[in-house]
T-cell receptor, first 109, second 114 residues
Framework: AQRVTQPEKLLSVFKGAPVELKCNYSYSGSPELFWYVQYSRQRLQLLLRHISRESIKGFTADLNKGETSFHLKKPFAQEEDSAMYYCALLNFGNEKLTFGTGTRLTIIP | GAGVSQSPSNKVTEKGKDVELRCDPISGHTALYWYRQSLGQGLEFLIYFQGNSAPDKSGLPSDRFSAERTGGSVSTLTIQRTQQEDSAVYLC????????????FGPGTRLTVL
């Protein structure tokens, strides 16, 4: 069975400091991973996906198959980064997206 | 263009009553998903539609839950004989193409069962 684990429910970081949101997964096939974000009073939206190897709003995430991780990183946190972040894993077979429980990131001014 | 819309935005009901939640996906999006977001539980997959058919209903928590999609567009999620544990935010998402395409989420319906 596929599973996504986000070990930190809450994370507080000072503005300008580096941010790392952890995500570990369990999946027997070749994983396709995503990070979704939900800002206050906004709907859930895609932040970035592994397949695109992109950097969005300064965030990057590298898939580490050896450690089964897909941690989200940003070198310098900004106040507007405060939000709820969800890591998600796609099962290609049944098109099911499995989400982690989320990490609430708070940037301290 | 218009995004995914859901109605009602809030629903308060009494235990034992039936409720219907509606999702209007983005026009042209063939895939539609329902999720449940409970406090501290993250997003729980409920059901997925490709067109009007639901190849995977494994996420529905019990036989009190059902969903349908008509015309490849609007979907309704029905919960019969609601229980207090059904209280949650129910999210709908739609996707245009293949599995790796972005899922666009609606604002959700907050269901409270008293």
């Amino acid at each position: 069975a596929q599973r996504v684990t986000q070990p930190e429910k809450l994370l507080s970081v000072f503005k300008g400091a580096p941010v790392e949101l952890k995500c570990n997964y369990s999946y027997s096939g070749s994983p396709e991973l995503f990070w979704y974000v939900q800002y206050s009073r906004q709907r859930l939206q895609l932040l970035l996906r592994h397949i695109s190897r992109e950097s969005i709003k300064g965030f990057t995430a590298d898939l580490n198959k050896g450690e089964t991780s897909f941690h989200l990183k940003k070198p310098f946190a900004q106040e507007e980064d405060s939000a709820m972040y969800y890591c998600a894993l796609l099962n290609f077979g049944n098109e099911k997206l499995t989400f982690g429980t989320g990490t609430r990131l708070t940037i301290i001014p | 263009g218009a995004g995914v819309s859901q109605s009602p935005s809030n629903k308060v009901t009494e235990k034992g009553k039936d409720v219907e939640l509606r999702c209007d996906p983005i026009s042209g999006h063939t895939a539609l998903y329902w999720y449940r977001q409970s406090l501290g539980q993250g997003l729980e997959f409920l059901i997925y539609f490709q067109g009007n058919s639901a190849p995977d209903k494994s996420g529905l928590p019990s036989d009190r839950f059902s969903a349908e999609r008509t015309g490849g567009s609007v979907s309704t999620l029905t919960i019969q004989r609601t229980q207090q544990e059904d209280s949650a935010v129910y999210l709908c998402a739609s996707r245009e193409g293949g599995g790796t395409d972005t899922q666009y989420f609606g604002p959700g319906t907050r269901l409270t069962v008293l």
